[in-house]
């Protein structure tokens, strides 16, 4: 009997041999492409998993979304289901990219083109925007296109792009003050003058002071964020008897809202890194976790998962 192959995988850029490795370097992008041309089944196969091949087998076409929730259930892989879903959408976008560049290719890279496919890509982004305007998912994974994608437009129209925003999806709001280069555009940047007075940006952009108005004005308004925000929204309130409270680990990243006066807040285990409200109330500070300090049970503390 002729002896059985085995080979590897390699998923997120590490050798795949077993089923805990494949848990453990779960990349959308690499067990998509495998699972469609069916190097994912045989690799079950000659590795010995019939049950979950078996379950591979079973799956009805399926769009790339339910497809990959499916894999993470076969091979029950923890993971944060925004984050996949974000994950997936990026996955897509490079999908339609390349396809786009083949068309390219086609027409022998004319000008025109390229230009016109430039445009109608970052409007059909905003459109998905704003059509999903309570999918911070899809919303997170459309900002990320932007920025890495589509910068030169963003940078053109993120005036007008704010207020389409505003007003049809202010969710998308929060999502871009959590991108580092777009955040640039909306909040104040400190510079220091000749005379050693450091002076705000928005004191010289009325532009940029009318928007960042707008911005800090949805904090304020308790009612409204939560309505905006909805389950994207965490709040937490508690005395902390003088201690610092470990309320989120630094496995995450957080923008951090509004906070009481008199409370205290700063990374995951950074001493010395000590942030009081005139830190972060209208500065949408970002932490890694969350450290907090509060001597009073009815202050509440509001955050994003960034």
Known sequence: MAKTIKFNLICDGKPVRTLDDLKNNFSIEDIVTYFNNKLLQRWLNVRGYKEELEKLEKLQVLDTLNLVKELIAIFEVETDPVSIEENTYIFQYKQERELLFEEYKKVDFEVLAIIDGYHTGYSLLIDTIIENKNDIAKIKAAI???????????????????????????????????????????????????????????????????????????????????????????????????????????????????????????????????????????????????????????????????
């Open 144 to 306: 990320k296109e932007i920025d890495g994608n589509y910068f030169d437009l963003y940078e053109l129209d993120y005036h007008n792009l704010f207020f389409k925003l505003y007003y049809s999806a202010p969710l998308a709001i929060f999502v871009m003050l959590m991108n580092n280069n777009m955040r640039k555009k909306y909040l104040p940047i400190p510079s220091k003058q000749e005379d050693g007075t450091v002076i705000e940006d928005i004191h010289k952009n009325n532009y940029k002071k009318q928007i960042y108005t707008l911005i800090c004005e949805l904090t304020v308004n308790h009612n409204r964020l939560v309505e905006i925000l909805e389950g994207n929204l965490i709040s937490f309130a508690g005395v902390t008897d003088g201690y610092w409270k470990d309320v989120e680990t630094n496995e995450k990243k957080y923008m951090i809202l509004k906070m009481e006066s008199g409370n205290f807040i700063r990374s995951t285990g950074h001493s010395g890194g000590d942030l009081g409200s005139g830190d972060i109330n209208k500065n949408f500070v970002i932490l890694d976790g969350i450290d907090y300090k509060s001597n009073k049970a009815n202050h509440k503390l509001l955050y994003m998962e960034v």
